[in-house]
């Protein structure tokens, strides 16, 4: 069973850019989340998505940002017209639906580093 | 004042030490999560608590809910163990956002 996938690992854009992050959820996992760490900084949660659904979105910058998990394929952070300051590392984790021993644990991707030049 | 504080921020020791970090955090949760992220940024979860005690190899993470406390305890430390250990806090139901404490960066030494 492999671990939660991200691409890129690293991504460089030139500002005004767009950025997309994808993230692929560990096999049966419905729930997928996205932090960010910026530069010697803590992590921040960003949004929890389901499958079509945005849960969670109080920590998304309210412009330029959004975020989907279609019903087929990865999950899409989306970064339009990029700044400087969104040069951070993002990552991606997901957790299983319901039931089972892992149902609250959630798993992290490897982060895809995002350099805004 | 941040919901999760950690402490210390850095530590050293040296191989063979016995170490703790402590977490304390400032809202009801549901759980506790400590994190370890290593120097080329991948994050591993370590241990899940909502009470009592958990231990792992080497590894002791201890939860106090009515003092809003945790601890992670690191027998025999290692120089392998040289990462940024991250505690987390769950305030919702089972599947909710985590809000993150800022991070120990802890160096083992030989």
């Known amino acids: 069973n492999a671990g939660v996938m991200q691409n890129p690992r690293h991504l460089v854009r030139r500002r005004g850019q767009e950025a997309r992050l994808r993230c692929s959820p560990m096999?049966?996992?419905?729930?997928v989340y996205w932090y960010r760490q910026l530069p010697e900084e803590g992590l921040k949660f960003m949004v929890y998505?389901?499958?079509?659904?945005?849960?969670?979105e109080s920590g998304m910058p309210k412009e330029r940002f959004s975020a989907e998990f279609p019903k087929e394929g990865p999950s899409i952070l989306r970064i339009q017209q990029v700044v400087r300051g969104d040069s951070a590392a993002y990552f991606c984790?997901?957790?299983?639906?319901?039931?089972?021993?892992?149902?609250?644990?959630?798993?992290f991707g490897p982060g895809t580093r995002l350099t805004v030049l | 004042k941040n919901e999760v504080e950690q402490s210390p921020q850095n530590l050293t020791a040296q191989e063979g030490e016995f170490i703790t970090i402590n977490c304390s955090y400032s809202v009801g949760i549901s759980a506790l999560h400590w994190l370890q992220q290593h120097p080329g940024g991948g994050i591993v979860s370590l241990f899940m608590l909502s009470s009592g005690k958990k231990k792992h190899g080497r590894l002791i993470a201890t939860i106090n809910i009515q003092e809003k406390h945790s601890s992670l305890h690191i027998t025999a430390s290692h120089p392998r163990d040289s990462a940024v250990y991250i505690c987390a806090v769950r305030e919702g139901g089972t599947a909710s956002k985590l809000t993150f404490g800022t991070g120990t960066r802890l160096q083992v030494t030989l």
């Open positions: 998505l389901q499958k079509e659904n945005i849960i969670d």
């Open positions: 096999k049966g996992h419905s729930h």
């Open positions: 984790a997901s957790s299983p639906f319901a039931g089972g021993p892992f149902v609250n644990e959630q798993f």
